[in-house]
C-alpha cells in the first residue's frame, strides 16, 4: 500500500491561516517570554564565563529583552508564520552566542570599540522608538527624527557593529555560525517588516526621503 505525503503534509498556505487566526496579544506575550528566557540562560552563560570581555555582549541583549517587554501593544502585526519564525531566529541566535575565550588580544581594543559604538547607535534609536520597539513585523509607528534621517534602520546597523565586535572578543565555529543565521533571517525580517510598513502612507513618504535601508551608501 502506498501513500502520498502530499496529501497529509500541511501546505504553507494552510499553516498561513491558520497562524492567522491567532489573537495578536496572544503572540506579543509569548514572543516576550521566549526572549526573557533566553536572556536568563544568556546572562548565565556570561557569568560562568572566563572571558573578561563577556559582560559585553549583555549589554546589547538586555536592552532587547527590556524594551520588549515594555513596547506598546499593537494589533497591526504581521501574521504570517514565516515573518514570526524570521523575527525569532533573528533575535533568538545572538542570544545564544557562546561567551568562549579571547583568542585575539592584539585586537580586542577593535571589538570593544565597535560593542559600545554599536550600543550607543541602539540606544539612540531605541530612544527614538521607545515602546514602539518591536520584534515581529508590526506598525507601532513611523519614526523618522534622531538617528532615521540616515538610515531607516539605525538599531539593526547598531546590531551588525555589535555583532562584529563580539566575534572579535569570543570568536568560535558556533559564533559565527550563529550570527550568520541570524543576519540571514534580520535581512529577511527587514524586507518583511518594511512590506508590512510600506502600507502606511507614512512610511511611504519616509522611505523616499531616506534612501538606505541600513548601511549608508552600501545597503
Do not use: C
Not at 14 to 30: C, M, Q, T
Not at 67 to 72: D, G, M, P, S
Amino acid at each position: 500500500m502506498t501513500t502520498n505525503a502530499a496529501i497529509s503534509a500541511p501546505d504553507q498556505g494552510s499553516l498561513d491561516r491558520a497562524f492567522a487566526r491567532a489573537n495578536p496579544r496572544v503572540l506579543d506575550r509569548i514572543e516576550q517570554g521566549l526572549i526573557l528566557v533566553l536572556w536568563l540562560a544568556l546572562v548565565n552563560r556570561v557569568a560562568h564565563s572566563l572571558n573578561g570581555y563577556a559582560p559585553l555582549a549583555l549589554i546589547s541583549e538586555t536592552a532587547v529583552m527590556a524594551f520588549t517587554l515594555i513596547r506598546r501593544p499593537t494589533g497591526n502585526i504581521s501574521l504570517r508564520l514565516g515573518d514570526w519564525l524570521l523575527a525569532i531566529a533573528a533575535t533568538a541566535a545572538p542570544l545564544m552566542i557562546q561567551p568562549g575565550l579571547d583568542m585575539f588580544p592584539k585586537i580586542a581594543p577593535l571589538g570593544i570599540a565597535l560593542v559600545l559604538l554599536g550600543n550607543v547607535v541602539q540606544a539612540l534609536a531605541k530612544l527614538s522608538l521607545r515602546r514602539s520597539f518591536g520584534i515581529a513585523p508590526a506598525n507601532r509607528g513611523v519614526k523618522s527624527d534622531g538617528l532615521y534621517r540616515f538610515v531607516r534602520h539605525p538599531m539593526y546597523a547598531g546590531y551588525l557593529a555589535v555583532h562584529i565586535g563580539i566575534m572579535i572578543l569570543m570568536p568560535s565555529l558556533l559564533n559565527l555560525l550563529l550570527y550568520t543565521i541570524g543576519w540571514w533571517a534580520q535581512i529577511l525580517r527587514l524586507r518583511a517588516e518594511e512590506a508590512l510598513l510600506s502600507q502606511d502612507p507614512a512610511y511611504q513618504a519616509f522611505m523616499g526621503k531616506v534612501r538606505y535601508r541600513l548601511v549608508p551608501g552600501v545597503f
